[in-house]
């Protein structure tokens, strides 16, 4: 039985992308089984009760060995704790390449697409395979999630070919109310703890030689200002996983996703030296305004990797 | 202009597929340049003076930045020694993936078949288009090549159907023939210096933590008689390469194609400790007799990075 799973702190991408390759695998074959590495966020929690689907299991400890398929990630800092004992023999992603390696040859599907979910479409495609609606609703809810419905700048043509080619088999006639509707519970955020908004969409990235490692949280949200009254509990929140996880920074970016703007709460001076330092941005009352990048895979992860590449 | 490029001391696999691949992006927008890392063995010159082509040209140094293309290959041992400080957009390759890394998301594609060539055949079917007779009969070479007409265990079915797919389009009607003859080719040694055969299909790999390095190569052979007269020279040929490039070990097979059959020289006491405990072969006569272990990516490199991995 192969494991497939996503990413810690997993997204509708990572929880979408663990079902739909598994049952892919197990039609191709190989039979496979979902699980996820943390808590569903709103979002992905409505996507599955819309669809009558329960959320994977909790990845166990395996067996040394065993054998697992990544989905929607490859960096051992975003995935299980002992996967370096597992056997990675299958991953999906359509991330940068990190510090993954196999021990034999594996099977790697890498696009630079919007979404995992728009490359286990064609996957599909071309194994000739029919597209079950669950799946469908699925792969759609993951796309619209991880482009925000074509907001962010890591948007393909691949993804809204996808999402066209989606949308009838999923029986969703009025897509940018789908859309909207999943925006509207991933943004009813209630009594949630804030140590839990602040992890809700969280990753930890390895920046420069020598090694910094930063902790960098987005909550996308139809409604910033609901986020911005818990600022002085999100910041209390911010500092106490800096110490505890011994990281050299936090960043919390605040998106709105109807209005496309990103505004990042500042920890302390030495973040906010390197907003000033690497974006040009200016904080104002703990907040940097970084304007229309929206994207942490694109707009903000590779300027903080320049910033901090050492100099050649 | 995305120059594309297999590994050092390059094989028909790691030619034509540069050939290829290169010509597959260009005809997908994206213009592109096939380059070599070394000298054509004798096969590829073969394989390439019967299509009346010439050979790419050796890889220059490129202006830092510049985007590259691997096929064949992904560990930076194996690359252009310039290797980061460009960017690698593409990877198309059937190794285990090694040190690799991006510094944006990708295009990779990586499957566990026996040749990169079958893999190149599917991106052009996945994409709707025709294969020209010329890149046919490169991929249809490397194919057999690499697979030593289905003999190594490499082979998978995938190989086996683009053979097929590819032999009425590259008018080849006798397969079996065609691969002799470029195996006769390779074989035609000739008064080649011994250490020109040891780097004729040789890798360095990494083993172990702390890390040696070993350096092993192969010769693919339907004459061993001839290889095994010239064992005096070849030996030190090995010794030397040892002592030049700090090696903690260098072993080169001698496989026997149409026989397959792998005899390994052995250098040192060294050498030889480590066959006789990964392999449990004892050399005689300073030869190891591996048996049908014929494939170093399967039968070889495996046992000796378990060999040499540190225990959990
Ligand atoms: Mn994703
Ligand atoms: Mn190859």
Known sequence: MIAVFGHLNPDTDAIASALVYARLLTRQGHPAQAYRLGELNFETAYVLKELGLTAPELLPQLAAGSEVALVDHNESAQSAPHLAEYEVTRVVDHHKLGDLTTAAPAYLRFEPVGCTSTLLLKLHREAGLDIEPQDARLMLSAILSDTLHFRSPTTTPDDRQAVE????????????????????????????????????????????????????????????????????????????????????????????????????????????????????????????????????????????????????
Do not use: C, H
């Open 165 to 312: 080619f989606l949308s009838p088999i999923a029986g969703v006639d009025d897509v940018a109310g789908f859309a909207l509707a999943m925006f509207a519970a991933k943004s009813d955020l209630g009594d949630t703890p804030a140590e839990t908004l602040l992890k809700m969409d969280y990753k930890v990235f390895p920046f420069g030689d020598p090694e910094q490692t930063w902790g960098i949280g987005v909550i996308e949200t139809t409604n910033p200002a609901y986020v911005f009254g818990r600022q002085r509990e999100l910041l209390a929140a911010m500092d106490q996983i800096k110490a505890q996880d011994g990281l050299s920074g936090v960043l919390l970016s605040v998106v709105d996703i109807l209005n496309e703007t990103n505004r990042t709460l500042v920890l302390s001076a030495t973040e906010g030296k390197v907003l000033r330092e690497a974006f040009g941005v200016v904080a104002q009352d703990g907040v940097a305004d970084l304007g229309a990048r929206i994207s942490r895979k694109k707009q903000i992860v590779p300027t903080l990797e320049e910033y901090f590449a050492p100099q050649a």
